[in-house]
């Protein structure tokens, strides 16, 4: 029988390991911030990522949303369809591809995106609150 073997003397050292911890820790915080809003994290990340590209340029498709949230097509379209049953993203044909469709965030949606941005950001500056100055710009190296 094979032994197994770390190069590190426990769970506390092992950066995966402590990373899993941290993400589910940051993961309560954020359920926590979002429930006063009936939002799913996911969701929460779906229409405020909607809003951002929408900011920046012409409405996205729910492909360009799944791209930039690093979530799957067919998820991100399950979520979309249910934020636009609620009245929070309208989502209208692409004059030049008949096949997708283009997302907007609705008046009843920017306001719920006003309010729960501000108790996510919150409960992030709050969660992240002991970390160094340079800590976001480490997680933007390590982001896909």
């Known amino acids: 029988m094979t032994t197994p073997e770390s190069r590190l003397p426990g769970p506390e050292r092992s950066p995966g390991f402590l990373l899993w911890r941290v993400t589910l820790a ?6 926590a911030a979002l429930a006063p809003h009936d939002l799913t994290h996911v969701q929460f990340v779906l ?15 729910q492909r360009q949303l799944a791209e930039r949230a690093g979530t799957d097509t067919m998820m991100t379209s399950q979520v979309v369809r249910k934020l636009a049953e609620r009245g929070l993203l309208a989502r209208a044909d692409d004059p030049s591809d008949a096949r997708a469709k283009r997302l907007e965030v609705t008046p009843a949606g920017l306001e719920l995106v006003a309010k729960a941005l501000k108790d996510v950001e919150a409960a992030d500056a709050s969660f992240f609150e002991g970390v160094g100055d340079g800590f976001t710009e480490s997680l933007a190296r390590l982001s896909p």
């Open 26 to 31: 940051w993961q309560r915080a954020m359920r």
């Open 47 to 61: 229409l405020t990522t909607t809003w951002w590209l929408t900011r920046s340029g012409e409405p996205p498709s």
